[in-house]
């Protein structure tokens, strides 16, 4: 079984910061990417940065020059800084990772449980 559990989500002002985690648990062989999704209120679950094996980054156009995601390899943990943080960033973050398990060899598509950002004075 394989799974991941964000962290790091709370309230912040407009133009704080947060760092949100992705730690992956379980009998992992390799994960290829790595990327973080947001669903807002109504609205559909979009991406808003993705990572994959080779170190290449995409960002969302609303969130280009404000965040920034990164991978620990070692720690199958994943990061997703967040600067300078609008009220329109509010949303459930969720982590998201094609995942090789060495029990069965094979890939999975795996989602976190998610965690809220809220963005508000």
């Known amino acids: 079984q394989v799974q991941l559990v964000e962290s790091g989500g709370g309230l912040v002002q407009p133009g704080g910061s947060l760092r949100l985690s992705c730690a992956a648990s379980g009998t992992i062989l390799r994960i290829n990417n790595m990327d973080w999704y947001r669903q807002a209120p109504g609205k559909q679950r979009k991406l808003v940065a993705a990572l994959d094996s080779g170190g290449s980054t995409n960002y969302a156009d609303s969130v280009k020059g404000r965040f920034t995601i990164s991978r620990d390899y070692a720690k199958n943990t994943g990061y997703l800084q967040m600067n300078s943080l609008k009220p329109e960033d509010t949303a459930v973050y969720y982590c998201?990772?094609?995942?090789?398990?060495?029990?069965?060899?094979?890939?999975?598509?795996?989602w976190g449980q998610g965690t809220q950002v809220t963005v508000s004075s």
């Open positions: 998201n990772a094609m995942v090789q398990s060495l029990a069965t060899m094979a890939w999975g598509d795996y």
